[in-house]
T-cell receptor, first 113, second 114 residues
Framework: GNSVTQMEGPVTLSEEAFLTINCTYT??????LFWYVQYPGEGLQLLLK?????DKGSNKGFEATYRKETTSFHLEKGSVQVSDSAVYFC????????????FGGGTRVLVKP | NAGVTQTPKFQVLKTGQSMTLQCAQD?????MYWYRQDPGMGLRLIYY???????DKGEVPNGYNVSRLNKREFSLRLESAAPSQTSVYFC?????????????FGPGTRLTVL
């Protein structure tokens, strides 16, 4: 079946530092890949997505590239802010019936001033 | 537009009690989902409804039932709550069944079973 593995947190950074969160996946066929973000006390919201190999998703300074050869979708941001403190989830949507999302375990990021 | 709303926001139950979590959406989306979120485990799918009148089991359906009352509403029922069901529950919607569509999440219900 489908699975998503992402690095465990928490990740603690200083403001303006570079952030990378690793995500690798296992899936048959050609899944779509997503990063969701969950701010404290809120539900998840889509951060970015990529639907085919070599696509780069980007939003709010975050980027991730769909690498089929390494089955990865690592999230990066060049200069984080305190407001980026949140839990980040990598997810995939397969081509199976129902196109359900499979989530990684989440990575908590804490940015200190 | 309210998007996806969930009630209640918090609930404490005793073992064996029952309750229904409510979810409603005003986005006219066909698909609706119930997830539970536990520390370090991401979100796991409990049940989903691809369209009005249909429901299917997800990854962890045991101990739960669902009702797709109409296109707007999708409820999750715990008939006899157990401490293992202590979790945060999220409802989500999706416009259709295509793999490229994002899901939209409600704010969650934090449930504690004593």
């Amino acid at each position: 079946g489908n699975s998503v593995t992402q690095m465990e947190g928490p990740v603690t950074l200083s403001e303006e530092a570079f952030l990378t969160i690793n995500c690798t996946y296992t899936a048959t066929g050609y899944p779509s890949l997503f990063w969701y973000v969950q701010y404290p006390g809120e539900g998840l919201q889509l951060l970015l997505k990529a639907t085919k190999a070599d696509d780069k998703g980007s939003n709010k300074g975050f980027e991730a590239t769909y690498r089929k050869e390494t089955t990865s979708f690592h999230l990066e941001k060049g200069s984080v802010q305190v407001s980026d403190s949140a839990v980040y989830f990598c997810a995939l949507s397969g081509q199976a019936a129902g196109n359900k999302l499979t989530f990684g375990g989440g990575t908590r990021v804490l940015v200190k001033p | 537009n309210a998007g996806v709303t969930q009630t209640p926001k918090f609930q404490v139950l005793k073992t064996g009690q029952s309750m229904t979590l409510q979810c409603a959406q005003d986005m006219n989306h066909n698909s609706m989902y119930w997830y539970r979120q536990d520390p370090g485990m991401g979100l796991r799918l409990i049940y989903y409804s691809a369209s009005e009148g249909t429901t299917d089991k997800g990854e962890v359906p045991n101990g739960y039932n669902v009702s797709r009352l109409n296109k707007r509403e999708f409820s999750l029922r715990l008939e006899s709550a157990a401490p293992s069901q202590t979790s945060v529950y999220f409802c989500a919607t999706q416009p259709g069944q295509g793999p490229y569509n994002e899901q939209f999440f409600g704010p969650g219900t934090r449930l504690t079973v004593l």
